[in-house]
């Protein structure tokens, strides 16, 4: 078991609003991880902090390089240097480029891994071997059907898969997954969870998630956080997660005290503190 990402300490003040507060997590390589709580919990704010949209206002981040056996300290880091050092994130909202075709997102996610620039479509075509890696991710996401195809045609389905390609396409150790089965039907929604599992047994990548569907997150999660109020109150597998009281209260709206549920509370997806 191999440690890809711990915080220490993570806090994230906006005023009198302490959105993230002192929260110590470590993710082990050999486990999907499911983030889930309420509705501004402190989820997104969480994610934010981890890819290097924010800054924290105290505590670190720390993850393992694609390429190294240690944790190497990414607090203050820009977005951009903390995804070469391995590091990826697929939002929720789909974040692909509309008018290029599948392979073109994934030649272009493969090649911001480096530092060249320059016109990237026509460089990442010429280049062979970049080429070849792109198509073993389509056929790891089973896209290769549709390698040629615009993003912009293809189905909501199709597109979050696309989405999970760009984020393998930077060769990451770990990568966030923003509600990936947002808006998806039952059968697209099992697909999804079955590509995940797929991927987190056939690659060297581990697999954070954020989701609203408790079916999704029992059926994924090797284990599971729990943030209420920016706070850490839970972390353990499925089972001792759903059976904590204080899960049950703040998540799923059930007090054990009272004589019946309180009203469940579901998360929504959407920005929060």
């Known amino acids: 078991m191999t440690k890809v990402l711990e915080t220490r300490g993570l806090t994230k003040e906006f005023g009198r609003l302490v959105a993230v507060d002192d929260v110590n997590v470590e993710i082990d390589s050999d486990e999907i991880t499911s983030i889930i709580g309420p509705n501004g919990a402190g989820k997104t704010t969480f994610y934010n902090l981890l890819a290097g949209q924010y800054e924290p206002t105290e ?9 190294g056996d240690e944790l190497v300290e990414t607090t203050g880091k820009p977005p951009y240097e903390i995804n070469r050092l391995g590091l990826s994130r697929a939002f929720q909202i789909n974040n692909v480029f509309e008018g290029l075709s599948v392979i073109d997102n994934v030649r272009i996610a493969r090649i911001s891994r480096d530092e060249r620039t320059l016109d990237v479509r026509s460089l990442a075509r010429d280049d062979e071997e970049l080429t070849e890696r792109a198509h073993e991710i389509l056929e790891l996401t089973n896209l290769q059907d549709v390698a ?14 696309v989405e999970i390609a760009v984020a393998l396409g930077t060769d990451p150790s770990v990568v966030l997954l923003d509600e990936p089965t947002a808006g998806m039907n039952p059968s697209e929604t099992d697909r999804m969870v ?17 989701e609203h569907d408790m079916d999704v997150v029992l059926g994924i999660s090797d284990r599971i956080l729990v943030l209420d109020n920016g706070e850490l109150i839970a972390r353990g597998t499925p089972d001792e997660v759903m059976a904590d009281e204080r899960v049950r209260k703040a998540y799923l709206g059930i007090d054990e005290d009272a004589e019946g549920p309180t009203g469940p509370t579901e ?3 959407g920005e929060e503190a």
Not at 59 to 67: F, L, N, T
Not at 148 to 161: I, P, Q, Y
Not at 194 to 210: A, K, N, Q
């Open 194 to 210: 079955e590509l995940v599992r797929e991927l987190d047994e056939t690659t060297d990548t581990t697999f954070v998630l954020t």
């Open 267 to 269: 998360v929504d997806g």
């Open 148 to 161: 040629d195809e615009e993003c912009a045609n293809l189905s909501h389905g199709d597109v979050r898969k």
């Open 59 to 67: 505590g670190s981040v720390h993850i393992r390089p694609r390429d």
